[in-house]
């Protein structure tokens, strides 16, 4: 009875693990572009300049959310306080160049207290946002990084 139990226990932490297994990319629909040969720094300047800014980033830099905008149309007027919203958020994936870029077109909508809810991603204007951003990069030349460019050999 003991052995059954723990191969129950066994089976279901392992069916835990694989759900909580982070693929190092994002969640839900999203665009990706691979080799991108610029720097960290470059590509969080050309986000900022594809969109209407750049509202925050995580802690090591690869993770950056652009500022609120419309949530509809084409449109790149702000929205912080509006029913719904939307902003452009880009991973950067790698720990060398070529990066792989993924971007994802967030939609939330106000639930009425104040609180924004997911509500859907939109591919279209992700791959919209990041064309922008690569043409962005293509335009202006690549500063030099320390960091990016350094070799140990």
């Known amino acids: 009875m003991q052995k059954w139990i723990l191969t129950v226990i066994a089976i279901l932490s392992l069916v835990g693990c694989e759900s909580l297994y ?30 209407l800014g750049v509202r925050g980033k995580s802690a090591n830099g690869r993770e950056i959310v652009s500022r609120y905008q419309s949530a509809k149309g084409d449109s790149n007027e702000p929205a912080t306080t509006k029913k719904s919203r939307a902003y452009a958020r880009l991973l950067i994936l790698g720990d060398r160049r070529p990066y792989t870029l993924q971007m994802q ?32 990069l293509a335009s202006r030349p690549d500063s030099k990084d320390f960091i990016d460019d350094f070799r140990s050999f």
């Open 22 to 51: 982070e693929t190092g990319g994002l969640k839900g629909s999203f665009v990706e572009k691979k080799n991108v040969n610029s720097s960290v720094e470059s590509i969080i300047k050309a986000l900022d300049r594809s969109t």
């Open 105 to 136: 077109f967030v939609i939330e909508e106000d639930q009425g207290d104040g609180e924004y809810v997911v509500m859907s991603t939109d591919d279209e204007r992700a791959q919209k946002i990041l064309k922008k951003l690569l043409d962005t």
